[in-house]
């Protein structure tokens, strides 16, 4: 069990030196004990995956009280975006693991006649898993199921702005597994400064760009190999031909479930101007028809709260700034600095030098712009970095695909948003300012593991062509070449 580390997490007077000797001495038993997990079978790797859903499942109610005392996180948020995930994620390892783990044939090319070749996953060693709040459990955990999967040992650090969170998971995890395997160390950016400066073999790190390239500059100091699950401002276009109220269900549940703090939450909102008005009341319909009216909602206790005090500041200001620069609130507004509330706010007119239009909301804000040709629509989002999700909502396929094909994005959603997060088939990441590399299933699999290339000579002739380089073997390079050219 992992006393000393929770001891020197809990130990508030535990100084920045101790807590950098602990992770010093947790790091090299990690390093040891990871190279006898490169051996490990499908059958070890699975059992623990499975304690880890069981846990997840037992302590459910823990989950809900310390998602709540966090972020008031309504129970059916937690079930459908916390513990579901996770679930999921372990269902899919449990299954897969034996199949992910096998050697894959690769058929030899014709240069490599008369030889055998395959590729091999070996764990990559020692991981780092350093997760946001927004889903704090989730983001958490699910990486640590494929580092798992993948034979790794693995030291998370979680997100300081969900402490209930972070203390129920350092706990969790402190019965499951002994410190050599997987460790918690609690802290903000000094803490994660002194995990980063280890020499760690991988690092999976979810939060902002901004972190993100912080991350990604102390691992070239080791070149360790870093995935980024990053955020950004995951743009929604909505064609005139879109099932109105299907699509704006979707959105408005996409946009203000978890109160919009969601990597993939939609963003910049594109409407064809043809259908604004008419969209504009379709989403005050359907936010009184999953909230009951915009001026009760901070009692309603499907709503849950931005995170702390710092992100409600963040996120009035931006609102504060568009009304500044002549956005129109056509819809909610409501706000209580107390509670750090904000409602459901729908805003047009927005000018495009405000900074919520160049910031990532990450709250419950709606900016709703219009355009008449989609090419301005898709000009808008290729003059920004490529976000994390793109949505767009239309029957019309012309529309779609010229959406598609003219933009970049992690990942797409057509006619639904965020729900292609939870597609255990599909790779979830970001492009360049949105992130390098895959989570979940077997791309998680991949991430936390080297594909190495392996190959063996049976018979091949390449001796044939080795020095001395006489007349003979000339003419056999020569041929050689005159084949391939
Ligand atoms: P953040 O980048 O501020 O923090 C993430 C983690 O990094 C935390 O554990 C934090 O303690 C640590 N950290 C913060 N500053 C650091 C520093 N200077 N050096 C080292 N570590 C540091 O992100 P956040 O506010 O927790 O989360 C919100 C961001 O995360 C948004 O941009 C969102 O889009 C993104 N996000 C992405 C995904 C995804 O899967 N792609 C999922 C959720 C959130």
């Known amino acids: 069990m992992s006393t000393a580390v929770q001891d020197i997490n809990r130990d508030a007077a535990g100084s920045a030196e101790a807590q950098r000797a602990e992770i010093e001495r947790v790091f090299a038993k990690q390093q040891a004990y990871a190279l006898r997990l490169r051996t490990s079978t499908a059958a070890e790797r699975v059992a623990k995956i499975k304690r880890l859903k069981e846990m997840v499942l037992d302590r459910a109610e823990d989950i809900y009280k310390a998602c709540y005392e966090d972020f008031r996180k309504p129970e059916a948020e937690v079930d459908m975006t916390e513990i579901l995930p996770i679930v999921m994620e372990a269902n899919d390892a449990i299954r897969h693991t034996k199949k992910w783990m096998k050697d894959k044939r690769v058929r030899p090319t014709m240069a490599m006649l008369g030889?055998?070749?395959r590729l091999h996953y070996e764990p990559r060693g020692v991981c780092l898993i350093i997760s946001p709040w927004n889903y704090p459990i989730n983001l958490t955990l699910m990486p640590l199921v494929s580092a798992i999967a993948a034979g790794n040992t693995a030291i998370l650090k979680p997100s300081e702005m969900t402490p209930h969170c972070a203390r129920l998971m350092e706990d969790m995890m402190g019965e499951l597994f002994d410190e050599q395997e997987v460790a918690t160390f609690q802290g903000a950016v000094e803490t994660s400064q002194s995990l980063l400066a280890q020499p760690f073999d991988h690092i999976f790190f979810t939060g902002s760009p901004a972190v993100g390239k912080i991350v990604m500059g102390a691992a070239s100091k080791h070149l360790t190999s870093v995935t980024l699950e990053l955020g950004g401002k995951s743009p929604v276009v909505v064609d005139k031909s879109a099932n109105l109220k299907k699509a704006v269900g979707s959105?408005?549940?996409?946009?203000?479930?978890?109160?919009?703090?969601?990597?993939i939450a939609p963003d910049l909102t594109y409407v064809h101007e043809d259908i604004k008005d008419a969209f504009v009341e379709e989403v005050k319909a359907s936010l009184e028809r999953m909230y009951g009216s915009i001026d009760g909602i901070e009692n309603n206790p499907d709503y849950c709260r931005i995170v702390n005090n710092k992100h409600y500041g963040r996120i009035k200001h931006l609102l504060d700034d568009a009304r500044e620069r002549g956005a129109n609130v056509v819809a909610g507004g409501l706000h209580d600095d107390a509670q750090d509330f904000l409602a459901p706010t729908l805003l047009t007119d927005v000018d495009r030098e405000a900074e919520i239009m160049q910031e990532e909301i990450f709250g419950p804000l709606m900016p709703i712009l219009t355009y008449s040709d989609?090419?301005?629509?898709?000009?808008?989002?290729?003059?920004?970095?490529?976000?994390?999700?793109?949505?767009?909502?239309?029957?019309?396929?012309?529309?779609?695909?010229?959406?598609?094909?003219?933009?970049?994005?992690?990942?797409?959603g057509i006619n639904t948003a965020m729900m292609h997060y939870l597609h255990g088939n599909l790779p979830f990441g970001g492009v360049n300012n949105s992130g390098i590399g895959n989570a979940h299933g077997e791309f998680g699999f991949k991430t936390f593991s080297h594909e190495r290339a392996v190959l063996r000579d049976r018979f091949s002739s390449s001796f044939l062509m080795q020095p001395p380089y006489t007349p003979f073997t000339r003419k056999l390079i020569q041929w050689t070449m005159k084949y391939f050219v």
């Open 374 to 412: 989609v090419d301005d629509a898709i000009a808008d989002i290729n003059s920004r970095p490529k976000p994390l999700a793109l949505y767009v909502y239309g029957k019309d396929d012309r529309v779609i695909e010229r959406v598609i094909n003219n933009t970049s994005s992690g990942g797409v």
């Open 251 to 263: 959105l408005v549940w996409g946009k203000f479930a978890n109160n919009g703090q969601t990597c």
């Open 115 to 117: 030889t055998q070749a």
